[in-house]
Nanobody, 124 residues
Framework: VQLQASGGGLVQAGGSLRLSCAYSGFSLDYHSIGWFRQAPGKEREGVSCIRRGGGTVYADSVKGRFAISRDNAKNTVYLQMNSLKPEDTAVYYC???????????????????WGQGTLVTVSS
């Protein structure tokens, strides 16, 4: 199982970025996948997940601004981030969910295969 996140960078507040997570060794037909972030001094938090079966969930803080999507042909999941705020600054990670539940909560403890992070910095 491998996941590799990319697409981070420095952007001004109000700007946009698209993160990509290329994965291999598993299928989203059987697993959930999600985006998480960790800011300095804070715990890792769930940003958005695609559950097995295709359902999507978002943290309240990003609803209406971020959108998660998938490209099955490319084994890639994306996180489109619009209207970025300084508080979105963090290292962003993608991860595969434990087990094969259709109702997995988008919390870090439910995910057990992690890619390396990509840093997103939003300047004010």
């Amino acid at each position: 199982v491998q996941l590799q996140a990319s697409g981070g960078g420095l952007v001004q507040a109000g700007g946009s970025l698209r993160l990509s997570c290329a994965y291999s060794g598993f299928s989203l037909d059987y697993h959930s996948i999600g985006w998480f972030r960790q800011a300095p001094g804070k715990e890792r938090e769930g940003v958005s997940c695609i559950r097995r079966g295709g359902g999507t969930v978002y943290a309240d803080s990003v609803k209406g601004r971020f959108a998660i999507s998938r490209d099955n042909a490319k084994n890639t999941v994306y996180l489109q981030m619009n209207s970025l705020k300084p508080e979105d600054t963090a290292v962003y990670y993608c991860a595969r969910g434990r087990g094969s539940s259709y109702y997995l909560s988008c919390v870090a403890s439910n995910f057990n295969s992690w890619g390396q992070g990509t840093l997103v910095t939003v300047s004010s």
